[in-house]
T-cell receptor
Framework: EAGVAQSPRYKIIEKRQSVAFWCNPI?????LYWYQQILGQGPKLLIQ????????DSQLPKDRFSAERLKGVDSTLKIQPAKLEDSAVYLC????????????FGPGTRLTVT | AQSVTQLGSHVSVSEGALVLLRCNYS??????LFWYVQYPNQGLQLLLK??????LVKGINGFEAEFKKSETSFHLTKPSAHMSDAAEYFC??????????????FGKGTHLIIQP
């Protein structure tokens, strides 16, 4: 089966600009997560979707970050405006249900903010 | 809130030697614990998980981990290191599950170096 797809793979922007990342989970996977992985650290959960509803966004910096999953399939994560500290790899992951034993991670989008 | 602490940001062992990567957790509920591996320029891959069944968990590539509630630990071991084991290893604990939230909280990672 195809894995979790993410695009773009790399993005370089200047601070205060906007950026959007796209994730296409594995077909049929109801649960989708976005994680932020800063260099030298472990991934940090930003938001969890169950179908098109938000289950947990407690660690999402809502003043600048937003995410949506309108039809319960693809998801978009947006940053507006970007700050230098947003430089990181943004990982998307999905699972068939809330079953972390079968969680699949995408390759990530590496964001550099200059 | 759940958290994990990985002791040692870098661990170096000789090829063929025992690998021991340490992880301690904090959880307000019975924990689900995981070890993930990340090879350079690759995605995260699940090594093994503990979900309240057997306390000694066997994973892929010869790795295993033992859940010790009294020590709040979930250390990862492998009897004999191979050069291909060189990677970043992350310990993670599942969220409490309140309201359906079950995202993972990861440790900072341990970089495993294998000396020839």
């Amino acid at each position: 089966e195809a894995g979790v797809a993410q695009s773009p793979r790399y993005k370089i922007i200047e601070k205060r600009q906007s950026v959007a990342f796209w994730c296409n989970p594995i077909s049929g996977h109801a649960t989708l997560y976005w994680y932020q992985q800063i260099l030298g650290q472990g991934p940090k959960l930003l938001i969890q979707f169950q179908n098109n509803g938000v289950v947990d966004d407690s660690q999402l910096p809502k003043d600048r970050f937003s995410a949506e999953r309108l039809k319960g399939v693809d998801s978009t994560l947006k940053i507006q405006p970007a700050k230098l500290e947003d430089s990181a790899v943004y990982l998307c992951a999905s699972s068939l249900s809330r079953d972390l034993q079968k969680l699949y991670f995408g390759p990530g989008t590496r964001l550099t903010v200059t | 809130a759940q958290s994990v602490t990985q002791l040692g940001s870098h661990v170096s062992v000789s090829e063929g030697a025992l690998v021991l990567l340490r992880c301690n957790y904090s959880s307000s509920v019975p924990p689900y614990l995981f070890w993930y591996v990340q090879y350079p320029n690759q995605g995260l891959q699940l090594l093994l998980k503990y979900t309240s069944a057997a306390t000694l968990v066997k994973g892929i590539n010869g790795f295993e981990a033992e859940f010790k509630k009294s020590e709040t630990s979930f250390h990862l071991t492998k009897p004999s290191a191979h050069m291909s084991d060189a990677a970043e290893y992350f310990c993670a604990v599942r969220a409490s599950g309140v309201g359906g939230a079950d995202g993972l909280t990861f440790g900072k990672g341990t970089h495993l170096i294998i000396q020839p």
